[in-house]
């Protein structure tokens, strides 16, 4: 099995941009799609990207996903922090037989 | 609107049983494949298991291989997951969710919605 890595926590202030990186241990970033998802402290997870760069109706377009197949890595930029980005986002993906999640990044707007 | 309400969590013994259910909404329900996805207490999301949409091809986490199963009834527009030999490790807090357009061709692909999820809590 892959692994999934992502820094465990950033911040920035509001207004600003960040971007979470996920890199992926063994096997190509650009065989098999990447999903981020978003978890607010006590509500359940929601998907902010799908398919590297897809939004869900209703996600701003303030989020916006990518792949880079040079570092094997994928990832969610977020332009205009709002304090509600604030919050948990884990990528995922998957190879022929498993889905496999990062191990989560903490988002702080401060 | 996309609805995904799951039920049947509860406290069990280790070694025991429980059925999960999620009633979907909104949606073609046969149409996608659904998952089951997981999270401990202070860890990270897990995925446990998927189905396409006929219920024709499954997949399963390793930790939960030949313990649990994932069906479906299309008629009913309900996912289910049966948990057999529960183990303490099996706590956590449970989710259904609607596969993204891609996992119409593969099922592992990921999610576009999500369930509110049901608590498993495994303790003697």
């Known amino acids: 099995n892959f692994m999934l890595t992502q820094p465990h926590s950033v911040s920035e202030s509001p207004g600003k941009t960040v971007t979470i990186s996920c890199t992926r241990s063994s096997g190509s970033i650009a065989n098999n799609y990447v999903q981020w998802y978003q978890r607010r402290p006590g509500s359940s997870p929601t998907t902010v990207i799908y398919?590297?760069?897809?939004?869900p109706s209703g996600v701003p377009d303030r989020f916006s996903g990518s792949i880079d197949s040079s570092s094997n890595s994928a990832s969610l930029t977020i332009s205009g922090l709002k304090t509600e980005d604030e919050a948990d986002y884990y990528c995922?993906?998957?190879?022929?037989?498993?889905?496999?999640f990062g191990g989560g990044t903490k988002l702080t707007v401060l | 609107e996309v609805q995904l309400l799951e039920s049947g969590g509860g406290l069990v013994l280790p070694g025991g049983s429980l059925r999960l259910s999620c009633a979907a909404s909104?949606?073609?329900?046969?149409?996608?494949?659904m998952n089951w996805v997981r999270q401990a207490p202070g860890k990270g999301l897990e995925w446990v298991s998927a189905i396409s949409g006929s219920g024709g091809y499954t997949a399963y986490a390793d930790s939960v291989k030949g313990r649990f199963t994932i069906s479906r009834a299309n008629s009913k527009n309900t996912l289910y997951l049966q948990m057999n030999s529960l183990r303490a490790e099996d706590t956590a807090v449970y989710y259904c969710?609607?596969?993204?357009?891609?996992?119409?061709?593969?099922?592992?692909?990921?999610?576009?919605?999500w369930g509110q999820g049901t608590p498993v809590t495994v303790s003697s």
């Open positions: 995922q993906s998957y190879d022929s037989s498993n889905q496999v």
């Open positions: 909104g949606f073609t329900f046969s149409n996608r494949a």
């Open positions: 969710a609607k596969g993204s357009p891609y996992s119409y061709y593969d099922i592992l692909t990921g999610y576009i919605a």
């Open positions: 398919e590297d760069n897809q939004r």
